[in-house]
């Protein structure tokens, strides 16, 4: 069974919204959880949510404040992080998660990049009702990923498909109407008016609508180290597992791992766990097919797979 739309209302009053899907039959069950700024109903999500039902878990997809179905204002991960609510916010809806009718009281994390984002941050945070971590596609230091550089076309692509949510929420009505709109429009119109556009502070503001303030911070700011889960893993006291692929330009996944071995609670070291595939950053897709090279089929398996076989 489905309910969409589960109003949760944060501590400081911010209704939160999510869909949370449970197995078929009656019984007791462990709760997991992913919060998303990507769109909670979109098909990927669904599609895993339905699936972890199905094998024996309560599955709760929340949007993240400020983007889709939930209110508030949405301040995104390339700040300082103490600007966001996310630590907070999670804390508050695992424990919120934790009293669902049928829940047997343990909720677990899922969620691959920016939903990784948001499981560290309340991961840290300690939620008594919290037992175990699975995250995905999210490194430890994001200078690690950019080296201090501006990523001119993955950033600029990216913001312009996460402004459709953006413009909708702000009433702007042009532009794509959907993600897979904005990432069409991007690549055969947007690119290439704007990705050779100096200075970059000159793109207008209307093609990122209200992330444009967001993103011409963040350029000013390439040489700060603004996730800095490294100094975070001492205060997790969970076992996490981490799955990356080895052509995952978000590799340095496998940081948080050896952060949590080595500098974690020391009770948990060994209970830590990495999965490490031939693969890129795209979690519906983990295959052994990389470009002409062919890893053969051991190297094949699924988001939802990799997630079950964590928590059962």
């Known amino acids: 069974s489905v309910k969409n739309n589960l109003p949760m209302e944060t501590r400081d009053g911010t209704l939160l919204r999510s869909d949370v899907y449970k197995p078929s039959s009656h019984g007791s069950w462990p709760v997991l959880l992913q919060r998303t700024p990507y769109d909670k109903a979109s098909k990927s999500n669904v599609k895993t949510a339905r699936d972890l039902a199905s094998r024996g878990y309560i599955v709760v997809v929340q949007d993240i404040r400020g983007r889709y179905a939930s209110d508030g204002e949405f301040i995104w991960q390339f700040r300082d992080n103490t600007d966001t609510f996310d630590a907070n916010d999670g804390y508050d809806t695992v424990e919120w998660a934790s009293n669902f009718p049928g829940s047997d009281g343990q909720v677990g994390t899922w969620g691959h990049s920016y939903p990784s984002w948001c499981i560290w941050q309340l991961a840290s945070t300690r939620p008594p009702h919290l037992k175990a971590v699975f995250a995905s596609g999210m490194a430890s230091n994001i200078l690690d990923l950019t080296f201090g550089i501006f990523e001119t076309g993955r950033r600029l692509q990216w913001t312009y498909n996460m402004s459709v949510d953006a413009k909708e929420k702000a009433g702007h009505r042009w532009g794509p109407s959907t993600r897979a709109e904005a990432d069409l429009q991007w690549h055969e119109v947007e690119r290439g008016k704007w990705i050779w556009q100096l200075p970059l502070d000159s793109i207008p503001d209307y093609v990122f609508s209200t992330l444009t303030p967001h993103l011409k911070k963040y350029m000013r700011e390439q040489n ?89």
């Open 224 to 312: 700060q180290e603004f996730w800095s889960f490294d100094k975070i893993h001492n205060e997790v006291n969970v076992p996490t597992c981490q799955v990356t692929g080895w052509y995952d330009r978000l590799i340095g996944t496998i940081d948080n791992y050896s952060g949590m071995v080595n500098n974690g609670p020391s009770v948990l070291s060994n209970q830590h766990r990495i999965v490490v595939g031939p693969w890129g950053h795209d979690s519906g897709a983990f295959i052994g097919q990389q470009g002409p090279v062919d890893f053969g089929p051991e190297a094949n398996t699924t988001y939802e797979d990799q997630v079950a076989r964590w928590y059962d």
